[in-house]
């Protein structure tokens, strides 16, 4: 079975710019986060999203949003870049047991954003 | 809020020796993560915990959960130089909580 994918790879963008990474969970998994893993320091998390509604959100300002689509996949975008913006994003999905605990979270490979 | 420490931030070991990590959270997690991360790449899940007293063995690496100290830690035996890496764990409550992660090199 495929992992998690993400696309693009790597993407070079500059300040002010728009930007679209985008997602694709595990077959059978509606969970998906993304973080935002900047050189030198531990992912932090930016989104949840399950049954494409949004379950929580992170410290970050509203330039950042996602949605997720009837095929569990996701989109993250990001407005009016800023250098700060330059990071690995992840993404990872997750099923749910019944009950409501979510189980494991599996990592995607990443997008790579560098904002000039 | 949930926070995560690891120390040592930074570890030097010789080849052949023996090592621990430790990953201190602050609040109730519902499992906790150990993750090894190569320049440049993706996060490789290595541990999943659920329970106190957990421990899991993969290779030369260990990792063990106390979730009434709220401590983790990964034990690594006669450190080889493939070991070589960062090491993140991460506490769940929903989302991911990472600690600030350790750079492990391992030189003969």
């Known amino acids: 079975d495929a992992g998690v994918t993400q696309s693009p790879t790597h993407l070079i963008k500059t300040r002010g710019q728009h930007v679209t990474l985008r997602c694709s969970p595990i077959s059978g998994h509606k969970s998906v986060s993304w973080y935002q893993q900047v050189l030198g320091q531990g992912p932090q998390f930016i989104f949840q999203?399950?049954?494409?509604?949004?379950?929580g959100r992170g410290n970050f300002p509203d330039r950042f949003s996602a949605r997720q689509f009837p095929n569990y996949s996701s989109e993250l975008n990001v407005n009016a870049l800023l250098l700060g913006d330059s990071a690995l994003y992840l993404c990872?999905?997750?099923?749910?047991?019944?009950?409501?605990?979510?189980?494991?979270?599996?990592f995607g490979p990443g997008t790579r954003l560098l904002v000039l | 809020e949930l926070k995560v420490e690891q120390n040592p931030l930074f570890l030097s070991m010789q080849e052949g020796k023996n090592y621990t990590i430790y990953c201190n959270y602050s609040?109730?997690?519902?499992?906790l993560y150990w993750y090894r991360q190569d320049p440049g790449k993706s996060l490789e899940s290595l541990f999943v915990?659920?329970?106190?007293?957990a421990v899991k063995q993969e290779g030369r690496l260990m990792a063990s959960l106390d979730t009434k100290a709220r401590l983790s830690t990964l034990h690594i035996t006669a450190a080889v130089h493939d070991l070589s890496a960062t090491y993140f764990c991460a506490a769940s409550y929903g989302k991911l909580t990472f600690g600030q992660g350790t750079i492990l090199t391992v030189h003969p």
């Open positions: 915990l659920l329970s106190n007293g």
């Open positions: 609040t109730t997690s519902d499992r």
């Open positions: 999203y399950y049954e494409k509604e949004e379950r």
């Open positions: 990872a999905s997750s099923s749910y047991r019944e009950g409501g605990l979510q189980e494991t979270q599996y």
